[in-house]
């Protein structure tokens, strides 16, 4: 297994959907997880750190599941700002960088 | 907030030039970042630094050199630069030292993209 993987999309959908995508690691030392955005041209910005527990930031929705080493981002009712490339991001090797998934590309359109 | 430049957006060398691309940043930082993007092989670790005057090899550093002779400052610099250094560089910071049990948020500047004729 590739240390972090994630569909690459692209993921089209229409303003006000639900879309959901998931990561694979394969690290299971890992103790932190992260949702980057990052827009065309731009630098990756922090979406949301990742908690154990699930954690909600308005229509984002982040969860992780450490028994099958994923985790998720759920974004609700999709606006066409949303369009972006998500980046997967995990704690990695022994010290304690972090790695990058080569992300999932959204558009969201009118 | 966080802020992070970077000397240049863009930038044209021939090759075998020196290259220096320089990076600040404001909010006292231990770590510090150099990576490349390119496409379809996402971020790719270059060089890192926990400390002044300390560096450590990422992933892809050959190459590459690293300077961090002041904290708020690390300088990735090609020694002779080549047509597949051509790329985005990203430079990055975060707040936390090397005895952290957890990696913290990495902080990235805008970018410099690089071109190697």
């Known amino acids: 297994r590739k240390e972090v993987e994630q569909d690459p999309g692209p993921f089209n959908v229409p303003e006000g959907a639900t879309v959901a995508f998931n990561c694979t690691y394969s690290n299971s030392a890992s103790q932190s997880f992260f949702w980057y955005r990052q827009d065309c041209r731009k630098e990756p910005k922090l979406l949301m750190s990742?908690?154990?527990s699930g954690n909600e930031d308005g229509r984002f929705t982040a969860q992780l599941n450490r028994a099958s080493q994923y985790i998720s981002l759920l974004i609700r009712d999709s606006k066409l700002s949303d369009s972006a490339t998500y980046l997967c991001?995990?704690?990695?090797?022994?010290?304690?960088?972090?790695?990058f998934g080569k992300g999932t590309k959204l558009s969201v359109k009118p | 907030d966080v802020k992070v430049t970077q000397s240049s957006r863009y930038l044209v060398k021939r090759t075998g030039e020196k290259v220096f691309l320089e990076c600040v940043q404001d909010?006292?930082?231990?770590?510090m970042f150099w990576y490349r993007q390119d496409p379809g092989l996402g971020l790719r670790l270059i060089y890192f630094s926990y400390d002044v005057k300390m560096k450590e090899k990422g992933d892809i550093p050959e190459g590459y050199s690293v300077s961090r002779e002041k904290k708020e400052r690390f300088s990735l610099i090609l020694e002779s630069a080549s047509t597949n250094q051509t790329s985005m560089y990203l430079c990055?910071?975060?707040?936390?030292?090397?005895?952290?049990?957890?990696?913290?948020?990495?902080?990235f500047g805008p970018g410099t993209r690089l071109t190697v004729l």
């Open positions: 990055a910071s975060s707040l936390w030292g090397r005895a952290s049990a957890n990696a913290d948020t990495q902080y």
């Open positions: 909010m006292d930082h231990e770590n």
């Open positions: 990742v908690y154990s």
């Open positions: 991001v995990l704690e990695g090797g022994s010290q304690g960088n972090l790695i």
